[in-house]
């Protein structure tokens, strides 16, 4: 699991393809310093499994289904990314609960520069739009964000400029794609939800077929 709060920015060094995916290198100094070769590393909000380590290095192997489900198809070496390594229970939850398993893909439609702060909107995919609501959390680029305004088919997020310098988010611009997921409890929300209309439909059913 995971909080939100971006540790460090890493830098891609190399990217290998594979016969089912690629083997991506980053060079991170803080992170690297304790990792182990198994442990769980949250990239641009992904989380990925250490697969050999160096001094301040790592290596991830990016699946087919991450590549497919995230952003990572897009990246090269040179490019930055969001790092938090997992959180131990005696850790502060600073932002908020987060699995490192990304949802979709989601466009930045427009960026606009407030003052004080910089106000992000991003498409909301139709299939997800009962995941998310006013002022609740959501996860961009590995990012715990609030959200500050719902529309029907995208949502905004307000980003003060300490988040800007500590995350990647500040170098991205409009039409770029980033990783999102929505908030893990609106999930099991959602099942509870949908699994209690399913016995409803199912004993409506049986009691249409008593009376007929």
Not at 136 to 155: C, H, M, R, W, Y
Not at 162 to 167: A, E, G, P, Q
């Amino acid at each position: 699991m995971f909080t939100g709060i971006i540790e460090e920015i890493g830098e891609i060094k190399n990217i290998f393809s594979t016969a089912k995916g690629k083997v991506i290198e980053i060079k991170a100094e803080k992170v690297s310093k304790d990792l182990k070769v198994g442990d769980s590393v949250n990239i641009n909000g992904a989380c990925q499994t250490v697969v050999e380590t160096k001094r301040n290095h790592f290596k991830i192997q990016a699946v087919e289904e991450t590549l497919k489900r995230t952003n990572f198809a897009l990246l090269k070496a040179g490019d930055r990314v969001n790092l938090e390594r997992g959180m131990k229970l005696s850790d502060r939850l600073g932002g908020h609960l987060i699995s490192g398993h990304i949802d979709c893909t989601s466009r930045i439609k427009s960026i606009d520069l407030r003052g004080d702060s910089s106000i992000y909107e991003f498409d909301l995919p139709a299939e997800y739009s009962n995941l998310v609501v006013d002022k609740g959390s959501i996860a961009v680029e590995g990012i715990s964000l609030t959200i500050t305004e719902l529309k029907e088919d995208s949502f905004k997020v307000s980003v003060i400029p300490f988040t800007l310098k500590m995350t990647t988010l500040g170098e991205r611009r409009a039409g770029d794609m980033v990783n999102v997921e929505f908030d893990l409890l609106g999930k099991y929300v959602k099942k509870v939800i949908e699994k209690k209309e399913d016995i409803k439909s199912k004993i409506t059913e049986e009691w249409l077929k008593e009376i007929r």
